[in-house]
């Protein structure tokens, strides 16, 4: 089993910044991504970012040039700079990996619990 652990959420005002680090206990056999995702009330989990074992990253629209993703593999854990923080950014953040701790290579989804991120204008 993998433990996801995510942590930095907090308060900040509008055109602040954080930074959110992601953890899993136990390192990848093979190829990996880890993602964010965020859930506003009422709305559903959307798809924030990506960066994958090959520190290839991938955005949403709405965070492009806002947030930034890296990562420490001897660590384990990603990280996500947020910077210029809107009131829309104010979400329940969730860190998703998608790895294989075994062979054959096969990858599966482990998700975190949660970190909140509260942005006020």
């Known amino acids: 089993q993998v433990q996801v652990v995510e942590s930095g959420g907090g308060s900040v005002q509008a055109g602040g910044s954080l930074r959110l680090s992601c953890t899993v206990s136990?390192?990848?056999?093979?190829?990996?991504?880890m993602s964010w995702y965020r859930e506003a009330p009422g709305k559903e989990r959307e798809f924030v970012s990506k960066?994958?074992?090959?520190?290839?990253?991938d955005y949403a629209d709405s965070v492009k040039g806002r947030f930034t993703l890296s990562q420490e593999k001897d660590k384990k854990t990603m990280y996500m700079e947020m910077k210029n923080l809107k009131s829309e950014d104010t979400a329940m953040y969730y860190c998703?990996?998608?790895?294989?701790?075994?062979?054959?290579?096969?990858?599966?989804?482990?998700w975190g619990q949660g970190t909140q991120v509260t942005v006020s204008s």
């Open positions: 960066i994958d074992s090959n520190n290839n990253t």
């Open positions: 998703k990996a998608d790895l294989s701790t075994r062979h054959p290579c096969r990858l599966e989804n482990y």
């Open positions: 136990r390192f990848a056999f093979c190829r990996y991504g």
